[in-house]
């Protein structure tokens, strides 16, 4: 099945600063790479997702970028403020295939961001 | 558009009791998932249904978890007895359609297994 790795567990910025999340997978199968923000007592949030036909999207703040022949995508925060601060989770799944959009997710990076 | 709903948001039990958590998916939303997130780590699928069926359960442990969806709308995920092991927040999700299409999570159902 699919194996997503993501990386770093923490990362820690100054506000501002730009935060850098990366991801990898191993079903090259997978064509759908969502985003997810987790806060404190929330469950996950979508925040932007990509498909295997796109290499990069972006929507204001935030931007995605895939690389398929390397199996990894990452997320890209510019401009970082204290309420990004939050745990962030990508995943990976077979949308269409038979594994029914299952979403395989990462293991998480807790993102702080200091004023 | 209300989002998921879940209750109740904490329980606390004691190791092989038994546990019902209950989940009222976006209205319309024809696909459910049921996730289990240990501390610390991402959240892994334990079923998924395609209005009141069972698309896949492969990672659910059914000596001691079921779930059901009647009527494909409401669903409620039980485990009997408990493990410690146990212990984790139990996330509902919703979806329209099976493929493509987003997942919303609802809050979670915090359970801890003493």
């Known amino acids: 099945g699919e194996n997503v790795e993501q990386h770093p567990s923490t990362l820690s910025v100054q506000e501002g600063d730009s935060a850098v999340i990366k991801c990898t997978y191993s079903d090259s199968a997978s064509n759908y790479f969502p985003w997810y923000k987790q806060e404190l007592g929330k469950g996950p949030q979508l925040i932007i997702d990509i498909r295997s036909n796109v290499g990069e999207k972006k929507d204001q703040r935030i931007a995605v970028t895939l690389n398929k022949t390397a199996k990894h995508f990452s997320l890209h925060i510019t401009e970082t403020q204290p309420e990004d601060s939050a745990v962030y989770f990508c995943?990976?799944?077979?949308?269409?295939?038979?594994?029914?959009?299952?979403?395989?997710f990462g293991q998480g990076t807790i993102l702080t961001v200091h004023p | 558009e209300a989002g998921v709903a879940q209750s109740p948001r904490y329980k606390i039990i004691e190791k092989r009791q038994s546990v019902a958590f209950w989940c009222n998916p976006i209205?319309?939303?024809?696909?459910l998932y049921w996730y289990q997130q240990i501390l610390g780590q991402g959240p892994k699928l334990l079923i998924q249904f395609q209005n009141n069926g069972v698309v896949d359960d492969s990672q659910l442990p059914k000596d001691r978890f079921s779930a059901e969806r009647l009527k494909g709308v409401d669903s409620t995920l039980k485990i009997q007895p408990a493990k410690l092991e146990d212990s984790a927040v139990y996330l509902c999700?919703?979806?329209?359609?099976?493929?493509?299409?987003?997942?919303?999570f609802g809050n979670g159902t915090r359970l801890t297994v003493t």
């Open positions: 995943a990976a799944s077979n949308a269409g295939g038979t594994s029914y959009g299952k979403l395989t």
């Open positions: 999700a919703s979806s329209q359609r099976l493929y493509n299409s987003p997942l919303h």
């Open positions: 209205s319309g939303h024809a696909t």
